[in-house]
């Protein structure tokens, strides 16, 4: 069944070695049943044994991401370990999304005289090591959005206007997971930034379509302590994850009622003091963009109104994606409830988003370590029936699941554990079962709510 595996070029070279490391546990499996199949990299078979041989060919004959050879489990958990430790030889921080550090080929004077200054500097300058990322991406920001948006309100133009919002719908995705780990880890700027590191999204989020503080106090205060659970206001389990009409209620709730939702959440969980601030700095946005529009309305509609409303929906659908299938056996188990995806738009450009069961697990988890916990403890993945994904990211899980196709989600199911044994059919029937909605009964039953 590992005919279905597809090694896309752009995978991280994380991604790569655990895909890898998935694929080659399928095919053991697959010899002992006496079966046969072939993994593609980009659409061409890949040989079992030489499963970089044909990516390569696929690559014009190179392959940046990819081990030379096939690595024992042992060395590829020692492999990533040393593309994440600064004291490695090995190690390597991430700079842009598109290409790998070795893959970033520039003049040789402007490699000594830009580049590897650059790549010095930025490493003191961020929380972590490996996130020279980070700066890159606020330096883009810094000098792109704000001047964009604020010529926009000099000297409002509907081209202008319409390049604007392009912009910022391609650096949504980015940013917000961007801010998803600057929530968690409180900042991604080393300490003796700390101000700025504070200060930067009051101007940034807006622009990119998030209210202020309201992603911190909705995700980190409220969404990782209920864990898609019955009090969980983006909870999926009353809904039925393959109907477009469920969909449209629980976006249209969370549009239209998370302002007054979540802090009533709080007071009821006597926290009154976080309801206090989620109203005030949600309803401060709204107060705000209201006073922008009656200043400048055209401006204002492209520069903060259709961002906070496609991010809004893109939220929505993320996390529909990500918490669709829930095992009714153990739905309040993160391996049961969330998923774990391999794909080039979440984890190369979203900071490995798409180790999602991995953040339920360890909130804290640095982003450039969830391929290796993954690969460490995937025996457990195993264990626990949690489903891993692969050449598809959530907007697409979500996607698949509105158009009931449920065929393509199937193939891009990288079997673990018992899953391996499952033909199509049965992929197909397992995934379907896992879109069910949950009756209020077997929600008390199976949550132990009174």
């Not at 980009?42 to 014009?60: E, I, Q």
């Not at 290409?99 to 580049?115: G, M, Y």
Request: hydrophobic content about 40%; aromatic content about 12%.
């Amino acid at each position: 069944m590992d005919k279905y595996i597809v090694f896309d070029r752009q995978l991280t070279k994380a991604d790569f070695v655990v895909l890898q490391s998935l694929t080659e546990d399928l095919r053991e499996h697959t010899r002992k049943e006496g079966g046969d199949g072939a993994a593609k990299a980009n659409g061409k078979t890949l040989n079992a044994s030489t499963p970089d041989a044909d990516a390569k060919a696929s690559n014009g004959g190179t392959s940046p991401n990819q081990p030379a050879n096939q690595l024992s489990y042992e060395e590829a958990v020692r492999h990533l370990e040393a593309l994440n430790n600064p004291n490695d030889a090995h190690f390597e921080p991430t700079i842009i999304n598109n290409l790998d550090l070795d893959q970033i080929k520039l003049p040789p004077v402007l490699d000594k005289l830009l580049l590897r200054p650059f790549i010095r500097i930025a490493r003191s300058l961020v929380r972590v090591e490996t996130d020279v990322i980070m700066l890159t991406h606020l330096l883009l920001y810094v000098f792109t959005s704000i001047p964009s948006a604020v010529f926009l309100f000099y000297n409002f133009t509907w081209i202008h206007g319409i390049l604007h919002f392009v912009m910022q719908i391609s650096y949504m995705g980015t940013y917000t997971l961007m801010m998803h780990q600057h929530i968690h880890m409180r900042g991604i700027l080393h300490k003796r930034l700390a101000l700025f590191d504070h200060i930067f999204p009051y101007i940034l989020d807006p622009l990119m379509g998030h209210t202020w503080n309201s992603y911190f106090y909705h995700h980190v205060k409220h969404h990782h302590i209920e864990g898609n659970g019955p009090n969980d206001l983006s909870s999926t389990i009353r809904y039925q994850r393959d109907s477009l009409l469920h969909f449209l209620h629980y976006t249209g709730r969370f549009f239209f009622f998370i302002w007054a939702e979540l802090p009533y959440y709080f007071l009821r969980k006597g926290r009154t003091s976080l309801a206090f601030k989620a109203a005030f700095w949600e309803l401060s946005t709204y107060a705000s963009l209201y006073t922008l529009y009656c200043i400048n309305p055209r401006a204002t509609v492209f520069v903060f109104l259709i961002p906070l409303f496609l991010l809004r929906l893109g939220l929505m659908a993320g996390n529909w994606g990500q918490h669709a299938f829930v095992d009714a056996d153990e739905p309040d188990s993160d391996y049961r409830s969330s998923i774990t995806l391999i794909d080039v738009a979440s984890n190369r450009h979203c900071f490995n988003d798409g180790y999602h069961t991995s953040h339920h697990l360890n909130p804290m988890r640095h982003w450039r370590e969830h391929p290796v916990s993954f690969l460490k403890t995937k025996h457990i993945y195993a264990s626990q029936q949690a489903l891993v994904f692969h050449d598809i990211d959530y907007m697409m899980v979500t996607v698949s699941l509105l158009t009931k196709n449920y065929k393509r989600l199937a193939e891009c199911l990288v079997p673990i554990g018992s899953q391996m044994s499952l033909n199509m059919d049965e992929r197909v029937k397992l995934l379907q079962r896992h879109t069910r909605r949950f009756s209020e009964e077997e929600i008390k039953q199976k949550f132990k709510t009174p």
